[in-house]
């Protein structure tokens, strides 16, 4: 089955600073990746996505960025604020029930804690 | 706020007992989806139902099972309940299930079983 992992579990950083969440996933046939943000008493909330066609994507202070050759993703966060402070999980969609893709693969996720 | 309705926020019972989890979706939506969250185990999906019918399965233990109603709300039946069911369990919904859908989650339901 699918292993969605990440390098770093704790990531601190000074507000006015970049982050950069990263994720590793095993599957080489996975084609579309997703970014959740989980905050304290919360349920995940959806962040970005990306299909594998694309190598860049871009939201607001948001970017994401796939290298398919070594199955690596990362999340990008510009000028992080704390209310930027929460988990961050990368996802992965598998096909379940047949054409179903509700089945979503998450990594362990990585707490970002962003310091005033 | 995703949208998506959870019942009750918190629950604490006893190994053995049963209890019932509540979900009310997005309006719209006809696909609901059930996760556990445990430290050990991270976030798991657990099964799908989608307009009424049972669309996908995962990691679903046989002591749990899961319902939806025709107005669209869904019931996540937790029974025999062992110290390990301890967790945070997610609900979340979307329109449909094809690939690209975005899943909308609730706030979840904290169980604890003593």
């Known amino acids: 089955g699918e292993s969605v992992g990440l390098h770093l579990p704790t990531l601190s950083v000074q507000e006015g600073d970049n982050s950069i969440i990263n994720c590793a996933y095993s599957n080489s046939a996975s084609d579309y990746f997703i970014w959740y943000k989980q905050e304290s008493g919360k349920g995940p909330q959806f962040i970005i996505d990306?299909?594998?066609?694309?190598d860049k994507r871009q939201g607001q202070r948001v970017t994401v960025l796939l290298n398919k050759t070594v199955k690596h993703l990362s999340l990008q966060i510009a000028a992080t604020q704390p209310g930027d402070s929460a988990v961050y999980f990368c996802?992965?969609?598998?096909?379940?029930?047949?054409?179903?893709?509700?089945?979503?693969?998450f990594g362990q996720g990585t707490i970002l804690t962003v310091h005033p | 706020d995703s949208g998506v309705t959870q019942t009750p926020k918190h629950l604490i019972t006893a190994t053995g007992q049963r209890v019932t989890l509540r979900c009310s979706p997005r309006s719209g939506d006809l696909s609901v989806y059930w996760y556990q969250q445990s430290l050990d185990q991270g976030l798991q999906f657990l099964i799908q139902y989608y307009n009424g019918e049972e669309r996908a399965k995962g990691n679903i233990l046989e002591r749990f099972s899961a319902q939806q109603f025709p107005d669209l709300h869904s019931e996540l039946n937790l029974s025999s309940l062992e110290l390990g069911d301890s967790a945070l369990y997610f609900c979340?919904?979307?329109?449909?299930?094809?690939?690209?859908?975005?899943?909308?989650f609730g706030s979840g339901t904290q169980l604890s079983v003593l």
């Open positions: 979340a919904s979307s329109v449909g299930f094809s690939q690209g859908e975005k899943l909308f």
């Open positions: 990306i299909r594998s066609n694309m």
């Open positions: 996802a992965v969609p598998e096909k379940a029930g047949g054409t179903s893709y509700g089945k979503l693969t």
